[in-house]
């Protein structure tokens, strides 16, 4: 039995492990390598990066997801692996198979004005209570789809209702559907490989009748029209085809010189013969189209080949980014916190009931935050090498970053307190955070470049970290803050000597048992938190300002977010005065620190809801919506905070005092001390 | 008495509640940014000892409307008009109060232990910011200069403030001018050295041009582009992004005898304005356009221009190059850099300099920034041009208030630290 308690946080890790092995070394590919294909770079939004990544922004920006699910099952059946298309499997069919592209559910609806405006209530396949469509339900309303959104992009972004809102969302999503379908061949084109060759056949003779012509001499005026309508149809093509598939010609000059198709088969007049690189494709393009699995993988094999040894390094940053994708170390870390947070819970609630199995539970947190934390930490490494960059370029980053430094931080605090409170803290913040990010990556791509005024290592590794930093400490301060709440009101646990607890689940004797209690631990952790919140949000807000004043010639400016900072910083100090005051003892620190929670989220979030300022980068709807949300239940909490301590579950009967008498403001004015 | 007022001022429970009071006051001017704009909400929020009403109640009001509470917003025209009913304490007051709170506190508490060193160094770095940034407030001069390749500037524009320039160009090798700000235009004015008395008809802080259609428009001006082309009034813009383009109505008068009424407006000076002007005109407008509004009296040669006000240096700018990339197949900008020939003729000096983005020109005593470009003109920099003699207290404050809260809150992690382990 004692055995068993030992070994199951152990397996517990083993099993998590074994599934991230898994991932990261997949099985052998049969039939077409699509993972192959996933891997090869491309330009797009000014950076290289593999198909898949193409594939993947697309299909969030369209569907939603990251891959588009072909059976059916109901939410609960979490063992059934119906098929479906991954992002790359989805994007080779919309490039090279729109016909069958066109039956599957991609697009998003869920405006029921818009759906009731393009009449498509009764169409369309629902899962988990949202409507998708395939091109060919919403193909009759096209037309109308574009009108809807050209009429609400003329409406000031600010201004725009819901309606116009998911109207234009539609439209761009329609948009970059047919440019997706237009990004490897024309979509119409039935052979492309023959196609191609043809075109190269007119080139030379067309551009002799074209030079003649120039020069006032007879020419060939059946050879200049074979090449003129190649020619236009390529123009069009240049016009719609999305990511930069054709690689450089002179990579050593001219490195960002990627093309499209159109464009590399317009500029084959120049160069008088088509790019290899299109060769390669015409002839993917066809396999695929035959369904010819050996053909496709022996063209995809070869065009590798040619990268290699000239694109080295466009080749190593497709492969890593692919990689990066494929594991999804974001989506395996929250995975991973939301078990650790459930058994983190457990032990704090079996302290008292069960120590033995408390310690297990509390152990199997332990090892599965420490897990989900590297993984976390594994998946920030990545990006940062991905792009090059510090931790934080954007709003995306910052919910990851922020996530992974509570977590630290909560990490940390179970080492001193060993009671499983650091681990809850840490488990919800992990997930709630990268829950976030994982919706801010709905609107493209997350690694788009830095405009000219963020191009600044240093700064974003400075200023945008430490503030960052000063973020995540608030947050923890506030988590910890509801944790007192909640164990305070509904259970008796804050009275429980620390000691105590820790050697009860360690299954030891309480052998040198403090005096010092749960609650007071806690008031502890939240004061030393709130300390260094202060300590980074004012430091990072100050070295924002010394930023602005290199680029913008002021110091500061009352920037919203620059004031939401400022905030921060000024309510941090006011908690640490009225504490140092003896104004606030325990309970009004934790009211405090919960306030300050609303406080960080609205410097984080609220500020760039107003639509207004230099920093105003993401405009966001629904997460307003989450935000208000998220402040009432602030104000539930600090209400319950503030009951009476009779009806404290922890201070219910006989002492109701937060803890020893000299605990709580035992240092009502540290400057006379 | 003097006893209980200093206890009072050098509280702590004062410097609670005046954080928390700044807390509020940061909140509510960041709401009343998008109804009033950044200008007026500083002058109303921040750089006063007191909010007004009208000002408090647009932030309130954006408060509410962010939480679907809909109702009419306080516009800047509202808060302009109404009296000043001060309600709440504005950004002066407080730094004051928390200035003066500060001081007394360290009187009554601060005693010379090597524990205390952390806590006196946060708040002298605090002190410092705070004069830093209250003296900036008063000194910083911002303005901007616009420069075309292969052009030298010996001055800087304002960027928000501009004036009514009488030029006389008599001489051809010098200008002589009169500015009046178009804040003191009003009434009938006369220089001594001009020939004529100066009668301001009308005056709009923004205004918007149109053309005159018929040949007995009232508010149409006989002289200059006058026949051509009018100013209506609008109201004061509020967005970050837009500003007010002034415009009014002179009549010049040599005594009794009236020279004729001129439009004046920025319109008509500045060169993204004018381009605006000159798309949507015809070949007569146009004509009227091609050269300043010009006159001769008294056998002198004046021009007429409302222009932004201008910062004279002894020194030139030359643009040399601008420079401005995107990244491929997007519209983000890459870079912006403009190369600079700096010459200063008093005392030789001639160099040239690259101005980008977080990489500014700091030279006698004002600091020119790359800040943006004319969309329009791929050859067109625009510099921001700062003076300001307290740029450098930031930096000193930073770095004293981080090395005291480091102190103070390590060692405080220190004896947690010792205390737990001996427990």
Redesign the interface.
């Known amino acids: 039995m004692k055995m068993l308690k030992r070994l199951v946080p152990w397996l517990l890790l083993v099993l998590f492990v074994a599934e991230l092995l898994a991932i990261m070394f997949p099985r052998q590919q049969v039939g077409f390598h699509y993972r192959d294909f996933g891997r090869l770079p491309v330009?797009?939004?000014?950076?290289v990066q593999p198909f898949d990544s193409v594939a993947r922004n697309a299909l969030l920006q369209i569907r939603g997801t990251a891959s588009v699910p072909l059976g059916d099952k109901k939410w609960f059946e979490f063992w059934k692996h119906p098929p479906k298309l991954r992002s790359t499997e989805w994007l080779l069919e919309v490039m090279l198979k729109p016909e069958i592209a066109d039956t599957r559910p991609t697009f998003l609806i869920h405006h029921p004005d818009l759906l009731g405006e393009l009449k498509l209530h009764d169409k369309g396949i629902e899962k988990s209570g949202l409507r998708y469509y395939s091109f060919n339900e919403i193909q009759a309303v096209v037309g109308e789809i574009g009108e809807q959104g050209r009429r609400a992009g003329r409406v000031d972004a600010q201004l725009r209702t819901s309606f116009q809102k998911e109207a234009l969302k539609l439209a761009q999503a329609v948009f970059l559907y047919h440019r997706l379908k237009n990004s490897l061949r024309p979509e119409d084109s039935a052979d492309f490989a023959a196609e191609i060759a043809a075109y190269q056949s007119v080139i030379k003779p067309g551009l002799e009748a074209a030079q003649a012509r120039a020069a006032g001499q007879p020419h060939d005026e059946q050879a200049l029209a074979a090449l003129l309508r190649p020619f236009k149809r390529y123009d069009a093509l240049s016009q719609q085809a999305y990511p930069?598939i054709v690689p450089p010609l002179h990579p050593e000059t001219h490195p960002?010189?990627?093309a499209n198709v159109g464009t590399a088969l317009m500029d084959a007049l120049h160069h008088g013969e088509i790019p290899t690189a299109m060769l390669f494709f015409a002839r993917l393009a066809n396999a695929y189209r035959e369904g010819n699995a050996g053909a496709f993988n022996q063209a995809l094999n070869e065009y590798e080949q040619w990268l290699a040894p000239r694109f080295e390094r466009e080749v190593r940053k497709g492969r890593a980014e692919f990689f990066f994708n494929h594991v999804q170390f974001f989506l395996r870390a929250t995975i991973t916190y939301i078990f650790a947070f459930l058994l983190a819970a457990g032990a704090l609630l079996t302290v008292t009931v069960t120590t033995g199995l408390a310690e297990t539970l509390r152990r199997s947190a332990f090892y599965l935050v420490a897990f989900a934390f590297l993984v976390h930490t594994a998946g920030l490494i990545f990006r940062m090498a991905l792009e090059a960059r510090p931790p934080v370029t954007n709003l995306y980053s910052s919910a990851v970053f922020i996530g992974w430094g509570a977590v630290g931080l909560g990490l940390i605090l179970e080492r001193?307190y060993r009671i499983g409170l650091g681990l809850a803290a840490a488990a919800v913040i992990g997930f709630v955070t990268l829950i976030i990010a994982h919706n801010l990556a709905l609107g493209g791509d997350t690694m788009?470049?830095m405009?000219?005024?963020l191009?600044?290592n240093f700064?974003l590794a400075t200023h945008v970290v430490v503030i960052t930093l000063g973020y995540t400490a608030n947050f923890a301060a506030g988590f910890l803050a509801i944790a007192f709440v909640l164990l305070g009101v509904f259970s008796k646990l804050l009275r429980l000597p620390v000691r105590e607890a820790e050697a009860a689940v360690a299954g030891k004797a309480p052998a040198?048992v403090?005096r010092a209690m749960i609650g007071q631990a806690l008031q502890?952790m939240v004061y030393?938190i709130i300390?260094?919140a202060?300590?980074f949000s004012?430091?990072g807000t100050?070295?924002g300002?010394?930023?602005a004043?290199?680029?913008?010639?002021?110091?500061?400016?009352?920037?919203?977010k620059e004031?939401?900072a400022?905030?921060i910083v000024?309510?941090n100090?006011?908690i640490l005065?009225?504490r140092?005051?003896?104004?606030i003892r325990e309970r009004g620190l934790m009211n405090m620190a919960i306030f300050g929670n609303v406080?960080t989220a609205?410097s984080w979030f609220g500020?760039n809801?107003?639509?207004?300022?230099?920093h105003s980068y993401g405009f966001m709807d629904a997460a307003?919506k989450w935000l208000?949300i998220f402040f009432v239940s602030q104000f539930i909490l600090m209400a319950l905070c503030s009951l009476p301590l009779r009806f404290w579950a922890s201070y219910r009967g006989g002492d109701t005092s937060p803890g020893p008498r000299n605990g709580t403001a035992r240092n009502p004015?540290?400057?006379?001390a | 008495m003097l006893r209980k007022l200093f206890d009072i001022f050098s509280?702590?429970?004062l410097?609670?509640v005046l954080?928390?009071l700044?807390?509020v006051l940061?909140?509510l001017?960041?709401?009343a940014?998008?109804p009033l704009g950044?200008y007026l909400?500083?002058q109303r929020f921040?750089q006063s000892l007191f909010v007004d009403y009208v000002s408090m109640s647009a932030a309130v009001k954006k408060t509410l409307q962010?939480?679907h509470i809909y109702v009419t917003p306080t516009t800047a025209a509202d808060v302009m008009a109404a009296p000043y009913v001060p309600v709440f304490p504005g950004g002066y007051l407080l730094g004051w109060a928390l200035l003066v709170n500060l001081v007394t506190?360290?009187f009554?508490?601060?005693?010379a232990t090597k524990k205390?060193i952390g806590?006196a160094l946060i708040h002298s770095g605090v002190v410092l910011?705070l004069l830093g940034?209250f003296a900036?407030d008063l000194l910083?001069v911002?303005s901007h200069m616009r420069l075309t390749e292969g052009e030298t500037k010996f001055f800087s524009e304002s960027s928000r403030q501009s004036e009514l320039a009488i030029v006389d160009t008599t001489q051809p090798d010098r200008d002589q001018v009169v500015a009046v700000p178009v804040s003191r235009l009003s009434g009938t004015f006369q220089h001594e050295t001009l020939p004529f008395a100066v009668e301001v008809k009308a005056v709009f802080q923004n205004a918007t041009p149109e053309f005159v259609t018929t040949a007995d428009d009232p508010a149409a001006a006989s002289q200059g582009v006058g026949p051509r082309l009018k100013f209506r009034q609008e109201p004061p813009v509020t967005?970050?992004d837009s500003r007010d383009v002034p415009a009014a109505l002179l009549e010049l008068r040599d005594g009794e005898k009236s020279l004729g009424t001129w439009w004046v407006s920025n319109w008509l000076t500045e060169e993204p304005l004018r381009r605006l002007i000159l798309q949507q005109s015809g070949p007569a407008v146009r004509e009227v356009f091609a050269r300043p509004q010009s006159f001769s009296h008294a056998s002198r040669t004046f021009e007429l221009a409302l222009r932004p006000i201008r910062f004279y240096e002894p020194h030139s700018l030359t643009l040399l190059e601008f420079r401005h990339d995107?990244?491929?197949?997007?519209e983000?900008?890459?870079?912006?850099s403009s190369r600079v020939r700096v010459q200063r003729p008093d005392t030789g000096e001639d160099r040239e300099v690259l101005i980008y983005?977080?990489?500014?020109l700091r030279y006698a005593g004002k600091?020119y920034?790359q800040?943006g470009y004319d969309d329009k003109d791929p050859r067109v920099t625009i510099l921001?041009?700062?003076r300001?003699p307290g740029?450098l207290t930031?930096?000193l404050?930073?770095v004293i208030?981080?090395v005291g809260?480091?102190l103070?809150?390590g060692m405080?992690?220190l004896e947690?630290a010792r205390k737990?382990q001996t427990?």
């Open positions: 330009l797009l939004n000014g950076r930069l960002d010189e990627w001193v788009e470049m405009r000219a005024v191009d600044t700064w040198a403090e502890k030393a300390c260094f202060t300590l004012f430091a100050v070295l300002g010394i930023w004043d290199q680029s913008w010639g002021r110091f500061w400016g009352w920037d919203p004031n939401g400022l905030i000024l309510w100090a006011a005065h009225a140092w005051g003896g104004i406080v609205f500020v809801m107003l639509g207004i300022g230099l307003f208000l004015r540290p400057l006379a | 509280s702590l429970k410097t609670v954080l928390s700044s807390c940061v909140f001017g960041t709401m940014q998008d950044l909400v500083q921040f962010m939480l506190a360290h009554r508490y601060f005693k205390k806590i910011l940034q900036t910083q911002e967005r970050l995107k990244y491929k197949g997007t983000i900008p890459k870079n912006f983005m977080n990489n500014p600091t920034y800040s921001q041009v700062v300001n740029w930031p930096y404050a930073c208030v981080s809260l480091c103070q809150f405080h992690l947690f737990r427990s």
